[in-house]
């Protein structure tokens, strides 16, 4: 059985190539590799998005909700090791689901579990939560490629 462990952002920017504005993993809390992972964004009413997404009532989008999870999802994939020239693509997203919006001064715990990896493409069940209530949850796809490949 293999020990979990967690890691902060400066490990997370060695290991995501997302940044401002886009990087949406604050911290991992624990990570099982090739198992499961749970991290966390603090989601702050100075976030870009909430400019616009709504001016009178601001809510996370659900495609950055996603994106997150995803990026969630690329860190488990990278927590033993990442080459460097591989590129984490999002392939594809199932019975993606929003039960509750994510407002400004949320704190977003998103998990991500491996269901399987078979050439460079990867399954996971994914989901955010906030003060322990489901807010969104998908099934994804996301394949490790090399750049120019």
Not at 1 to 22: E, N, T, V
């Amino acid at each position: 059985m293999s020990k979990a462990i967690a890691i902060d952002i400066h490990q997370i920017l060695k290991l995501l190539p997302h940044r401002y504005p886009f990087l949406l993993v604050d911290r991992v809390l624990e990570i099982t590799p090739r198992e499961s992972i749970t991290a966390l964004k603090n989601v702050t009413m100075n976030e870009p998005f909430f400019q616009g997404h709504f001016p009178d009532f601001p809510v996370m989008p659900g495609v950055l909700i996603i994106e997150a999870l995803a990026q969630t999802a690329a860190l488990l994939t990278f927590s033993e090791e990442r080459q460097e020239n591989a590129v984490y693509y999002f392939a594809g997203i199932d019975g993606a689901r929003f039960k509750k919006p994510v407002l400004p001064g949320d704190q977003l715990i998103m998990t991500a579990k491996l269901e399987r990896e078979r050439a460079g493409i990867y399954k996971f069940q994914v989901k955010a939560t906030v003060d322990g209530e489901l807010a969104a949850e998908a099934n994804i796809t996301c394949a490790v490629r090399m750049k120019g490949a």
